[in-house]
Structure formats: structure tokens, C-alpha cells
């Protein structure tokens, strides 16, 4: 209950004092690139009930966001202010709407598509049983995953075989040893390496 209140105040509060750079971001995605400014998939949330993620649009002529295609490492697409936004994980702001309407945590695994899911069921319906988050360990040890995934010859096999098992178990790890005081020190390691990565 605690967390619930917690997320509800903190996202609300995060909404309504980024809205002006909300709304630039929104604005600048449209002059460049026609189109829609939200990215939507459906991504796998809590007891493996589906919902629909937004991202802000950061891949020009994005195909239809419900499906499960893997982009990760594909640099081709990436729009210009793409680049920045998904550098200051930017594009992710739109994810306080899922955890306002109580679809996601702030802290929590991140949700992924059904093709991951099913790839791994056990460990999943493990780690489904927390909302899933828009940061947790596994994002920030992961924080440069579109740079690692670039640099290899097959990135989704990549991901299926090392990325995401070690993922899973640091969700699992996360599920085990929760506390909101875990959550809160999270957040603040997530903005800190937001603002490394940001020097380097």
C-alpha cells in the first residue's frame, strides 16, 4: 500500500512538473518527423496480464508498436532528437502514465514483450508476481544494452542467451529482498548513472 501511494504522488508529481519539457519533446519529435509522438507496445505486466506501454517515439516510420520485433541494436532508424532522448532515457517519461494508472511501479523488473516471456516461463511467472517498474538494478547494470547489443554480430541471440538470463535473475533477486527503502536508494542509483553516462 505504502508503494502504491508512493507511486501514484511521485508520478503525478513528476507529470505535472516535466510537462513543459514533456511538451518540447512531444513538439520536436513531430516537426522532425511526422507522425505520431508515442510509441506503444503491449509489454507483459503483473500475473501476466498484458497492457500497453508509452514510450515517447524516438525511430522514424515506427511499424505497429504492438508487436514483438527486436530492434535493440538497430541504430538505423534513430532519429535525431532519438538519439538524445533515448541517451537521457528521455523517451521513458511517458512510462509515469502507466504507473499513474497502476500498470507499472517506478522501481520493479522491466516489462518485456510475450516472445521473452515465453521463452523463459518459469522465471517469468516468478518475476511477475511484483509489477513490473520503469527502473530497477537489472536497468541500470543494463544501462548501455543498446551499445553492447550494437557491437555483437547476432544481438537478439545475444539477448536471449546472456542479457536476459542474467536479467532474470536480478528480477528474482529484486523480488527476494524488496523494501521501500531499496526502492527509493534504486531511484536515486538510477538518476546518478543517468548522469554519469551523461559525462562519458
Not at 43 to 59: E, V
Not at 70 to 76: E, I, L, M, P, T
Not at 96 to 102: A, E, H, M, S
Amino acid at each position: 500500500m505504502i508503494k502504491r501511494v508512493f507511486d501514484i504522488l511521485a508520478s503525478a508529481s513528476f507529470l505535472l512538473i516535466l510537462l513543459p519539457v514533456e511538451i518540447i519533446i512531444a513538439l520536436i519529435i513531430y516537426n522532425e518527423d511526422r507522425g505520431t509522438v508515442f510509441f506503444r507496445q503491449n509489454r507483459i505486466g503483473l500475473n501476466q496480464k498484458p497492457f500497453t506501454l508509452y514510450k515517447f517515439r524516438s525511430m522514424s516510420n515506427t511499424k505497429i508498436s504492438s508487436n514483438d520485433n527486436f530492434d535493440a541494436g538497430d541504430q538505423s532508424r534513430v532519429t535525431k532528437i532519438g538519439k538524445i532522448i533515448r541517451k537521457t532515457k528521455l523517451d521513458e517519461l511517458p512510462q509515469l502514465y502507466n504507473v499513474l494508472i497502476g500498470d507499472m511501479s517506478l522501481v520493479g523488473p522491466r516489462p518485456e514483450v510475450k516472445k521473452w516471456v515465453d521463452i523463459y516461463p518459469h522465471q517469468w511467472a516468478i518475476v511477475l508476481t511484483v509489477k513490473p517498474g520503469i527502473t530497477d538494478n537489472a536497468a541500470i547494470l543494463y544501462r548501455n544494452e543498446e551499445e553492447i547489443l550494437a557491437n555483437v554480430k547476432n544481438p537478439e541471440l545475444y539477448y536471449k542467451e546472456i542479457i536476459l538470463p542474467q536479467k532474470l535473475n536480478i528480477y528474482t533477486n529484486y523480488i527476494l529482498n524488496h523494501s521501500f527503502i531499496g526502492d527509493i536508494q534504486i531511484i536515486f542509483r538510477t538518476i546518478f548513472s543517468i548522469i554519469q553516462k551523461q559525462k562519458l
